[in-house]
């Protein structure tokens, strides 16, 4: 089983930035990447960002693209969203989710964090 934490969502203003963290604890070893998705209310969860945890590869949904980079620091099992140009359409729960096999780029991961509310104000 992998535990994973949620921190640094909040409130910003649109064009700010904001950088989620996510720490992994439990069987860390078992996992082939780390994800970052998203669900706003009344939406169905959505892809944005990913990291393969061996290579450091990394992919993001088209709506993300130069604005958010996703990272990863292998000896604090940690992965990081660095969101930048906030827009008020970001405004979303967060997830950090862990995922054993491939594709990354996917709403099926295994182990999901709590979540952390982005709110992006106009």
């Known amino acids: 089983q992998v535990q994973l934490v949620e921190s640094g969502g909040g409130l910003v203003q649109a064009g700010g930035s904001l950088r989620l963290s996510c720490e992994a604890s439990?069987?860390?070893?078992?996992?082939?990447?780390m994800g970052w998705l998203r669900q706003a209310p009344g939406k169905t969860r959505e892809f944005v960002a990913g990291?393969?945890?061996?290579?450091?590869?990394?992919y993001y949904a088209d709506s993300v693209k130069g604005r958010f980079t996703t990272s990863s620091d292998n000896a604090k099992n940690t992965v990081y969203l660095q969101m930048n140009s906030l827009k008020p359409e970001d405004t979303s729960v967060y997830y950090c989710?862990?995922?054993?096999?491939?594709?990354?780029?996917?709403?099926?991961?295994?182990?999901w964090g709590q979540g952390t509310q982005v709110t992006v104000s106009s």
């Open positions: 989710a862990s995922k054993l096999t491939s594709p990354v780029v996917s709403n099926l991961y295994d182990h």
């Open positions: 439990g069987r860390t070893f078992s996992r082939y990447a």
């Open positions: 990291i393969t945890w061996s290579g450091g590869t990394k």
